[in-house]
């Protein structure tokens, strides 16, 4: 049996295993199974002994450990490297290897919504949250030039991208460019229905062309992308970016590239 996992601290949201059972029935690992386990600090080594033992063949590392869990690494992709953030495990030739696929499982997604790579380095985006996540979607738009303006409220932590992404511009939290192109909320404000970010984006009536982008996928529509609809800009959530993420990781893990098809989005939407 090849066992793989999701692991983090809340768990029970995630719906990784829905999706990685379903695409291994589909594609006929009938012995593979895919489990979610909450874990504390204190576990991480020992979840990687089990890779190391061929207890476990693969991982996926949720919040908030995707940081905390490289100390235990032999070795990290580029984009682990440049991001300093791990969500996929799983080992070769007896190095147990940490990789990102949550940063191209991103760029994917908002690639659709820039028409025109040429010009995209002439496109503003402004990034809410400095969190776990955060490097992984500002290092692919850094890299191709875009202006970025990122705004956490814990100003510390924006100061510490900075150190990682110089070309980036810090606003205090509350603050906001005048004008950018799309918007990217990468803050957990949301997960709960009531949330609201209190940052006031009226003067965005009506411009069908700034994209109000929000990682949360669960609810499908937070208050966020809610106000944006109603403004009538364009919305999306971060059900692509997760299934992006998901086909990589279970392409590292099984050389199978699974294909979004009607009962994978079912499989969201039932939830
Ligand atoms: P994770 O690793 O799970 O993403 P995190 O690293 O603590 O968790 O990131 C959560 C993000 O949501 C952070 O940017 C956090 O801001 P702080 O750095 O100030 O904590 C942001 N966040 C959470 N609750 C918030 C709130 N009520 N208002 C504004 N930002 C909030």
């Known amino acids: ?15 990784s295993p829905l999706i990685h059972n379903y695409w291994m029935k589909k594609y006929k690992l009938i012995d593979s199974i895919y489990e979610k386990r909450k874990v504390e600090e204190k576990d991480l080594k020992d979840v990687i002994k089990e890779i190391r ?57 908002i ?50 991208l900075k150190k990682k992404f110089p070309k980036i511009e810090v606003l205090d939290w509350g603050q906001r460019p005048l004008v950018f192109d799309i918007v990217i909320n990468t803050t957990s404000v949301g997960l709960t229905k009531s949330d609201k970010i209190d940052i006031n984006f009226d003067n965005c009536k009506k411009n069908k062309k700034i994209l109000f982008y929000d990682l949360i996928y669960n609810p499908k ?6 106000e944006a609809r109603l403004r009538g800009n364009k919305t999306v959530n971060g059900q692509m970016m997760f299934l992006n993420q998901a086909i990589c990781a279970f392409n590292l893990w099984t050389n199978i590239k699974p294909t979004i098809d009607k009962e994978t989005l079912k499989l969201l939407s039932n939830d």
């Open 53 to 109: 033992d061929d207890e476990i063949a693969g991982v996926n590392v949720t919040v908030p450990f995707k940081k905390r869990i490289i100390p235990f690494l032999d070795e990290l992709d580029f984009t682990a490297k440049e991001t300093e953030s791990v969500n996929t495990i799983y080992k070769v030739k007896k190095k147990i290897i940490g990789c990102n696929t949550d940063s191209s499982g991103f760029f994917q997604t």
């Open 1 to 15: 049996m090849k066992k793989y996992l999701v692991i983090g601290n809340p768990i029970e949201h995630s719906l």
């Open 221 to 226: 529509e937070t208050n966020f992308l809610k």
């Open 111 to 160: 690639i659709n919504f820039i028409p025109g790579e040429a010009s995209m380095n002439s496109k503003h985006v402004f990034i809410l949250g400095a969190g776990g996540v955060t490097s992984s979607i500002i290092y692919p738009l850094h890299k191709r030039g875009l202006k970025i303006t990122v705004s956490n409220r814990t100003r510390k932590r924006t100061e510490e």
